[in-house]
């Protein structure tokens, strides 16, 4: 079964501090994709990057930059010199590729607050 | 651009009262899905659709039913609305392993 794990809850930084945010994600398929997405205070889910399985290129836009790692099953995000605007909760999430039974999971999110 | 429609956006039922959230989406996706949103507890599926006329059980089904009337219509059903089902929740749609887009939520509250 495919399972995606935030063990990170809240994290609180002060403005221009980077800050990562671990993603820890389990399957048995060996083709899958893997998501970022971020709900800000006002509540809609927004799309920030997806991954599939075959692509371990680390990818970089603008202050945001993603590790991903088959050999520790992470997919981890960086926000560089953080902003008050970055504040919200971030998502990752898992899709395997499975046909008729391809479901789209998610971790718990983490809560990220940047002060002033 | 109307993307993912859900409604209503918000809703207080009572006890035992039963209804229907309707889902649309404009983008021919095959896939879509019916979330609840919890604190501390992320997105957790209740019910999907990987494509016309098949629905499967997320995480959390208990409690609701589904119907996957077209490719462009998933609706979820709450038959007797329990307290526990206080959430809100979002319908999705994406192709399998594309991008899902999202609904803007429906905010639930059974007293």
């Known amino acids: 079964a495919q399972k995606v794990t935030q063990a990170q809850t809240e994290i609180s930084v002060v403005e221009k501090e980077d800050v990562t945010l671990d993603c820890v994600y389990e399957?048995?398929?060996?083709?899958?994709?893997l998501f970022w997405y971020k709900q800000p205070p006002s509540g809609e889910l927004v799309f920030l990057i997806r991954?599939?399985?075959?692509?371990?290129q680390n990818e970089i836009s603008g202050r945001y930059s993603w590790n991903f790692q088959k050999s520790t099953s992470s997919f981890n995000f960086t926000i560089t010199a953080s902003q008050v605007v970055d504040s919200a909760v971030y998502f990752c999430?898992?899709?395997?590729?499975?046909?008729?039974?391809?479901?789209?999971?998610f971790g718990k999110g983490i809560t990220l607050s940047v002060r002033p | 651009n109307a993307g993912v429609t859900q409604t209503p956006k918000f809703q207080v039922l009572k006890t035992g009262q039963s209804m229907t959230l309707q889902c649309a989406q404009d983008?021919?996706?095959?896939?879509m899905y019916w979330y609840r949103q919890d604190p501390g507890m992320g997105l957790r599926l209740i019910y999907y659709?990987?494509?016309?006329?098949?629905?499967d059980k997320g995480e959390v089904p208990n409690g609701y039913n589904v119907s996957r009337l077209n490719k462009r219509e998933f609706s979820l059903r709450l038959e007797s609305a329990a307290p526990s089902q206080t959430s809100v929740y979002f319908c999705?749609?994406?192709?399998?392993?594309?991008?899902?887009?999202f609904g803007q939520g429906t905010r639930l509250t059974v007293v």
């Open positions: 999430a898992l899709s395997e590729w499975a046909g008729a039974n391809s479901k789209l999971t």
């Open positions: 999705a749609s994406s192709e399998i392993g594309g991008v899902a887009f």
């Open positions: 983008m021919n996706h095959n896939s």
């Open positions: 399957t048995r398929d060996t083709t899958y994709y």
């Open positions: 659709s990987a494509s016309e006329g098949t629905t």
């Open positions: 991954r599939n399985s075959f692509d371990e």
